[in-house]
């Protein structure tokens, strides 16, 4: 029995159509007991927010955001913000003063240097002690200038990268970013080679810029011309990623003595060690052709088919409702109750996708 698919603006039109209403019966209200001041409470007041409190203490640095490790997405500069623990501490981001209020909170906009990783010496100090903090996240999303070979490989920008398990009559788009000028191709372990073509396209808008820049001329950003885009279908890439979904563990018996060593007499309980110039012959590979100069790299991507037979999930979470999205790190759009079973469409990485 096949699946039934409802679409999506299907099941808008009934949630209109079943909270629409007919004409309301005029009534008349019925007297509240102190009305009036409800009422005036409810009012928004007009005054100034309370003053930040005075507080005095042994000195305390921390940084609440962007926490060590996070990805920033962010062009130019960003902001980080956090605590010293007092209201007189002095704080420096890489040497440059930030404001610090009495309760000891800090805030301070700091430029990002043309890197991939940022490193914050954050240093606070008072009349009696000082502290330092080395804080290091990493930058979302950046474009490093072009190396001066004459031919070269972007590795941090192929896509779609992972394990991606993928319809066979479905076509994927892949991509990578290389020299300008150059002949750029797939080449798959049996010699096939997909082809590659200028794709120019702008650096994506960070979601927080999009959301919160009142300034139009932030929302322009540069043009990348070069990258290179291209289609696969129905070939299975890399080694394979394995069962859509994992199977779970078996449930260790009530009987079996857990500590028990296992002993396989006189030959190693493993198997055979892979072999491992098969495994990495396994791997597509990324070549770009400028002249006589040539640059490869391995795409770390995997490739399983998946079968013309629907496969149902069943979506389960401990806060009993499963957020949907409509893209990978898009934000939320559907929120499903726990039990809800689609038909798969597809997974890449951990991100499952499903058929509305």
Avoid at 77 to 97: C, E, H, K, M, Y
């Amino acid at each position: 029995m096949l699946p039934v698919r409802a679409p999506v603006w299907a099941t808008l039109v009934l949630w209109v159509a079943g909270c629409a209403r007919g004409p309301a019966a005029r009534t008349t209200p019925l007297p509240v007991a102190n009305a009036d001041t409800a009422v005036r409470d409810s009012m928004p007041r007009t005054g100034s927010l309370p003053p930040v409190p005075d507080v005095r203490g042994p000195l305390a640095l921390r940084v609440v955001y962007p926490p060590a490790g996070a990805v920033v997405s962010a062009r130019d500069s960003t902001f980080l913000f956090g605590s010293a623990g007092t209201g007189d501490a002095r704080v420096t981001i890489n040497g440059q003063p930030v404001r610090v209020w009495p309760n000891g909170a800090w805030l301070g906009w700091v430029s990002l240097t043309p890197d991939s990783l940022m490193q914050f010496r954050i240093e606070a100090r008072t009349d009696s002690a000082d502290q330092t903090l080395d804080h290091v996240v990493r930058r979302g999303d950046y474009r490093p200038p072009p190396p001066l070979a004459p031919v070269w490989i972007d590795s941090a920008s192929l896509r779609p990268r992972g394990a991606l398990w993928w319809p066979r009559d479905e076509y994927l788009a892949i991509s990578v970013r290389a020299s300008e000028g150059a002949l750029v191709r797939m080449r798959l372990p049996d010699g096939t080679l997909v082809p590659l073509t200028p794709a120019p396209a702008r650096e994506p808008v960070a979601g927080a810029v999009r959301a919160f820049e009142r300034d139009l001329a932030k929302l322009s950003t540069p043009l990348v011309r070069e990258r290179y885009a291209g289609l696969l279908r129905g070939r299975a890439v890399g080694p394979d990623p394995g069962p859509l979904f994992p199977s779970r563990p078996a449930p260790l018996a009530a009987t079996a003595p857990v500590a028990t060593p296992v002993t396989c007499g006189s030959a190693p309980c493993s198997g055979p060690e892979p072999d491992p110039s098969f495994v990495d012959s396994l791997w597509a590979v990324v070549e770009a052709i400028r002249g006589i100069d040539t640059a490869r790299v391995r795409w770390p991507l995997q490739i399983a088919l998946l079968d013309s037979l629907p496969l149902i999930a069943e979506l389960s979470d401990t806060d009993s409702v499963v957020v949907g999205r409509a893209l990978p790190e898009g934000t939320y759009h559907w929120f499903f109750p726990a039990g809800t079973r689609a038909p798969v469409g597809g997974r890449a990485n951990d991100d499952l996708r499903l058929q509305l």
